[in-house]
């Protein structure tokens, strides 16, 4: 009996034996796959057991997906991760579709998530080298973009893209479907004759509206889970959920953010609210999706933008849970009043650092005498606030570090990541810092990970960061003012949610664990 295509991609997304993954040779010859890789243990250690952390559908890989597909290209989208498929696994499986064109998509759902996921990237390609070294293979994504000649020195790849892509991967399948073996395609990196071959950049999409809506229907959408804190209100249901995008890009250029590595400069291109309202009705209808990131750099940046969305989200009456970025130099009560009633629930703002000296170092444009009134008026619209902070930027020392916890303590969020300083590669923090003083690993990227390590400060070494990191982190979940609040706001289930976590210690390397 031979099956739908459709019906064995379903058995594939539902642990398939080998002989239904055969049956995939059934279909038309795959011109491309796109795949995200899985690096869930090694990047969360023991934090993703307690699954306190959030499984995101790979957005920029079903963005490409949609668009190859629209240029009527075969194509393939598959999420290693939420199917827990090991590294041999993926390449395994990747041999048996055979493509044209195997395509890592190492791009994270925020700027620290991309270099820490060449972990698993790199265990994939050199599997897949081992295995079926006649596939050629392709690294894209912000990592590849931020430093293509390492990448392509260093990992398994045959090319790497820098930038986008919507200009380059269609010209490289075209290529390499023609037995080309030079490759004037720009945005493309790829070696020859033991020399690396650079091409032009590649230029920006203008319009955004012109890509099709992202190839969810390629991926297992019932499988995704929401941030924990996300779901507060509803601790049980942080299943489904989605993350859209309504812009691209950031115009800021904050020292520590590797955001615009993948487009090449600080811009922001805005998608329309028109286009927008098609994918969360998509979304809503077919998925049940509730739980939505947007998953903007800037979304509470251009009020009109922002309310001509909210608009047409009211006009639907959807019962939805978004959270949102934010800076506390853009937001407007305008736009806080609208998103409520449009059902964004949480604000995450980029606190970063108590100290004035510290921001203005970091290039962090924002006045630290406005965040009483912004969290004030966040908090007065009926918002619960993620509130971002990072520990070891260059001019932090153990005092600021303090100043920083104790801003963190004052606006009491339900919500505090906190993070310590990286220079990851894309940033300017990345280029102005010594080789000696960079992670020797991706894994050492990861702020969770055994492996983590952060900078060191003009007057701290890394490991002391480390440690007020992790002793910040206990202290502010501990306080008794936090675990009121939060039984509150959330109800008893939550506050001990909290508790439970708080059992959950990070073992670190760089401290002696």
């Not at 295509?5 to 038309?28: C, G, H, P, W």
Request: with cysteine; glycine share 6%.
């Amino acid at each position: 009996m031979v099956l739908k295509y459709d019906s064995i991609r379903a058995l594939v997304f539902n642990n398939s034996t080998k002989k239904q993954i055969e049956m995939i040779a059934l279909k038309k010859p795959v011109d491309i796959i796109l795949l995200k890789p899985g690096s869930q243990k090694q990047l969360y250690g023991d934090l993703s057991d307690f699954e306190l952390t959030a499984i995101e559908p790979p957005l920029w890989g079903a963005v490409l997906a949609s668009y190859l597909l629209e240029k009527g290209y075969v194509v393939e989208l598959f999420d290693a991760e939420i199917e827990s498929w090991s590294y041999l696994e993926t390449a395994q499986f990747i041999k048996e579709m055979n493509p044209t064109l195997a395509t890592i998509v190492v791009s994270g759902t925020n700027p620290s998530a991309s270099t820490m996921n060449m972990i698993g990237a790199s265990s994939i390609l050199k599997h897949l080298k081992e295995i079926a070294p006649e596939i050629k293979t392709l690294l894209c994504g912000l990592h590849p973009s931020a430093l293509p000649e390492r990448t392509l020195k260093e990992e398994s790849a045959d090319f790497v893209c820098q930038g986008e892509g919507f200009y380059t991967i269609p010209d490289l399948i075209d290529a390499l479907k023609a037995k080309q073996d030079d490759f004037l395609i720009k945005g493309l990196w790829y070696k020859k004759d033991n020399r690396i071959i650079a091409n032009a950049s590649a230029p920006l999409l203008d319009n955004l509206d012109i890509l099709p809506m992202p190839a969810w229907n390629l991926l297992p959408m019932q499988k995704y889970r929401a941030h924990n804190w996300h779901c507060f209100g509803d601790i049980t249901n942080r299943t489904p959920y989605a993350v859209i995008y309504t812009s691209f890009g950031c115009p800021y250029k904050c020292d520590f953010c590797c955001i615009n590595a993948l487009f090449g400069k600080p811009k922001i291109r805005f998608r329309s609210p028109k286009i927008v309202i098609q994918e969360i009705d998509f979304l809503v209808k077919n998925y049940g999706i509730k739980n939505i990131k947007i998953i903007d750099e800037m979304f509470a940046l251009k009020e009109a933008h922002v309310n001509h969305l909210c608009d047409l989200i009211i006009e639907r009456e959807y019962d939805l849970n978004f959270w949102v970025y934010a800076r506390v130099n853009t937001v407007t009560q305008t736009m806080l009043q609208k998103m409520k009633k449009a059902g964004v629930n949480w604000i995450a703002y980029g606190f970063e650092s108590g100290s004035k000296k510290v921001l203005t170092e970091a290039t962090k444009g924002y006045n630290l005498d406005q965040v009483e009134s912004v969290v004030k008026m966040t908090y007065d619209e009926g918002y619960s606030i993620g509130a971002n902070f990072i520990f070891g930027l260059p001019e932090d020392d153990e005092s600021s570090m303090r100043e920083t916890l104790e801003l963190a303590q004052k606006i009491n969020a339900e919500w505090a990541n906190f993070y310590c300083a990286m220079a990851y590669p894309g940033s300017a923090l990345y280029e102005k810092t010594p080789e000696n003083q960079l992670p020797k690993n991706w894994q050492g990227y990861s702020q969770y990970s055994y492996e983590s390590l952060p900078l060191p400060t003009k007057y701290l070494s890394n490991d002391q960061v480390l440690r007020f990191r992790d002793r910040a982190f206990n202290e502010y979940y501990k306080n008794p003012n936090y675990l009121k609040k939060i039984k509150g706001k959330f109800g008893p289930a939550v506050e001990q949610h909290i508790r439970e976590m708080l059992k959950q210690n990070l073992k670190r390397k760089l401290l002696g664990d």
